[in-house]
């Protein structure tokens, strides 16, 4: 039988069980980039995004999403997505819809820029799947001191 995907809205209770199985690459990153627990981060992200959505599968939280504002730059956002290794066994069938919440994003924000660890090969690929352009070179970031990759994404206007 195949697995029942379904984006919602995020809730409180999504992020545990997100944060207990999440992804060896997204605790690498996260840990290199401020020195947060997966729950950390995870709350870090719903308590700053106005934009939260979560993937379930089979009705099991694997992957929690968002988008934060900058102060002053009400059309500038900052996308960031955290996953279970549940998110392995549904990866392609996300694929297939992944690009209409990046333009759900978009329909908020005119651009989206954000850090990418340089280790996280997984992210980095989907991040160029969904259109973001991921710069080559790499900004030393974080307590840890780790080269991230720079992404972005301008919405086209009139299109």
């Known amino acids: ?7 919602v809205d995020t809730l409180l209770e999504h992020l545990p069980p997100v944060a207990e199985h999440m992804r060896i690459c997204d605790q690498r990153e996260v840990w290199a980039a401020a020195h947060a627990t997966p729950m950390q981060a995870l709350l870090e992200g719903y308590n700053h995004s106005v934009y939260r959505r979560t993937l379930l599968v089979n009705g099991v939280p694997v992957m ?3 988008a934060a504002t900058i102060p002053g730059r009400p059309d500038y956002g900052v996308p960031w ?8 066994d549904v990866s392609r069938g996300f694929l297939r819809v992944c690009r209409a919440y990046v333009a759900e994003m ?3 924000y005119r651009y989206l820029e954000n850090l990418v660890d340089a280790r996280n090969e997984d992210s980095i690929r989907w991040l160029v799947w969904c259109g973001f352009t991921v ?5 030393i970031f974080g307590p840890e001191r780790r080269p991230f990759f720079r992404f972005h994404k301008l919405r086209c206007e009139g299109v």
Not at 1 to 7: D, F, G, H, S
Not at 81 to 88: D, N
């Open 64 to 66: 929690v999403a968002g």
């Open 81 to 88: 997505a955290l996953a279970s290794v549940g998110w392995y």
């Open 1 to 7: 039988m195949a697995a029942e995907l379904q984006v």
């Open 106 to 108: 978009q329909r908020r």
């Open 135 to 139: 710069d080559s070179d790499a900004i």
